[in-house]
């Protein structure tokens, strides 16, 4: 398939600015994946979609307070940096603007001296940059915590008044770049109510990399190299989504990365067992999915890999006339947008 065939036109004024409040009075395109069938709901109504013994699947990274903005230490210029991944303890692969700024060597400041940076290295394959932090005293992520900006998508303008939303209200773990939107919809009291109905709540862990926002540059999709992101499926879950299907129950995952990390796993091991790594997992029209019965998701860019996932689950035609309608129909898009649930 071609990239151009997942475009579709959005008017600007439909891409969400601000999180809706409360979370889950967002609205709900309902997608029959069978039929093409398409409704119109609320988030709150996904209690009256799910049965007795189905499993939400959960993604619980916590984005990491991740944009520092910083001087260097000799002439005082400013430097913006953006954690990426944690390679050690104090070391991170990291973006920087301006890249002239951050040779090999060079040293920097953030937050009046909580925070002190060093490049070590300058990566050959996209010129990130490796370096190394010290700080004086606590974790380094409480001192993120205090100086980072949460790094939003570019095509979100307006600057997020609680750092609070943009993280789901279950994130446990922090390593994400950004955040599993998808959840953003849950509130605390929503997960309650669907509990006691009987619906099982089980966690993944897959720290979201900004290689998620990467445009596809390649005509053929097929010739499209993913970004490689850290998993993590624990027993618990593992044991939990095998019992569900031995039931003959439903397996929902909440988001396009709950998705990836179980079809990874099945991927690579042939079967749901606890497991970690990392995943390059490309899924595009023509994959044979081996978990999922459902997926809960927003509605993502266009030309995007997470449009191409979901074209895989729900049927081309059926996700893009879905699309359509929901321009139509004047949903909100991308990551503080509505949602849609497909089954």
């Known amino acids: 398939m071609r ?22 009075t967002s609205r709900m395109l309902t997608l029959d994946r069978k ?15 799910l049965n007795k013994g189905d499993t939400l699947i959960l993604n619980n990274s916590r984005v990491l307070p991740a944009r520092l903005y910083g001087k260097r230490t000799d002439t005082g210029g400013d430097i913006e940096f ?16 301006p890249g002239k ?23 050959p394959a996209d010129g990130n940059r490796l370096v190394r932090f010290k700080w004086q005293c606590g974790s380094f992520f409480n001192v993120l915590e205090q100086i980072g900006q949460m790094p939003l998508p570019p095509y979100i303008k307006q600057k997020l008044q609680d750092k609070e939303r943009y993280q ?28 006691s ?7 993944v862990t897959l720290h979201v990399g900004l290689g998620t926002f990467r445009p596809v540059k390649e005509d053929n999709i097929t010739d499209h190299k993913m970004h490689s992101e850290h998993y993590y499926l624990p027993q618990e879950t593992a044991d939990l989504i095998n019992k569900t299907k031995a039931n003959g129950k439903r397996v929902i995952a909440v988001g396009t990365t709950s ?63 879905a699309y359509k ?10 990551s503080f947008g509505d949602a849609m649930f497909i089954v």
């Not at 109905?197 to 966690?203: D, E, Q, R, Y």
């Not at 309608?325 to 991308?334: G, K, L, N």
């Open 168 to 195: 789901t209200v279950y994130s446990k773990e922090p390593g994400s770049a950004a955040a599993p939107t998808a959840g953003l919809h849950f509130t605390p009291e929503l997960l309650e109510r669907i509990k």
């Open 259 to 321: 998705c990836r990390t179980l079809e990874a796993a099945v991927a690579t091991y042939g079967c749901v067992q606890a497991c970690e790594g990392y995943t390059d997992i490309f899924i595009y029209p023509g994959f044979e999915f081996k978990v999922l019965d459902g997926i809960i998701t927003n509605f993502h860019l266009p030309e995007s890999t997470l449009i191409m996932l979901v074209s895989a689950f729900a049927g081309y035609e059926h996700t893009m006339n």
């Open 82 to 97: 953006l954690l990426l991944e944690q390679k050690q303890q104090d070391i991170w692969e990291i973006l920087v603007k």
């Open 3 to 24: 990239k151009s065939d997942f475009w579709y036109d959005l008017p600007e004024k439909l891409i969400a600015q601000t999180p809706i409040e409360p979370r889950d």
């Open 35 to 49: 039929t093409g069938v398409i409704g119109h709901r609320h988030f709150y109504d996904i209690l009256d979609l």
């Open 101 to 123: 700024r951050a040779r090999i060597g060079s040293k920097f400041v953030f937050g009046d001296g909580l925070l002190n940076a060093e490049v070590l290295d300058i990566l």
């Open 197 to 203: 109905k009987g619906i099982n709540i089980g966690f």
């Open 325 to 334: 309608i929901a321009v139509e129909e004047q949903y909100r898009f991308f």
